[in-house]
């Protein structure tokens, strides 16, 4: 198989799974069960997603300015910033990291 058969089978499939959400019972998805988990799943994946992408390099541990980032974020974000001022202290503690010589 070419590559652009698996990519049409993959969207074929990612197509279909969406398609069957719409299939499914609304009584089933209003059940205090499903609403919790997932609720909870949505939080972790984000959690995951964010913690990757803020100490990963491809197979490697990497400590460098975005654990900086992120660490200041979080302060931001426990002293109630606006959003905005979330990002733009995250990226100045970046910036002010990489100036200092982190990687």
């Known amino acids: 198989m070419t590559v652009w058969l698996w990519l049409l089978a993959a969207c074929g499939l990612a197509f279909l799974t969406k398609l069957s959400g719409y299939l499914v019972p609304r009584r089933l998805l209003g059940s205090p069960a499903v609403v ?7 939080i972790g994946l984000l959690a995951s997603l964010v913690t990757m992408n803020a100490v ?11 654990l900086l980032a992120l660490g200041a974020a979080v302060v931001a974000l426990l002293l109630r910033a606006p959003f ?20």
């Open 36 to 42: 919790r988990v997932s609720g909870c799943m949505t």
């Open 84 to 103: 905005l001022l979330v990002v733009v202290v995250g990226a100045t503690a970046a910036a002010l990291g990489r100036l200092a010589g982190l990687p």
């Open 56 to 66: 990963a390099d491809g197979q490697a541990l990497a400590l460098d300015s975005r």
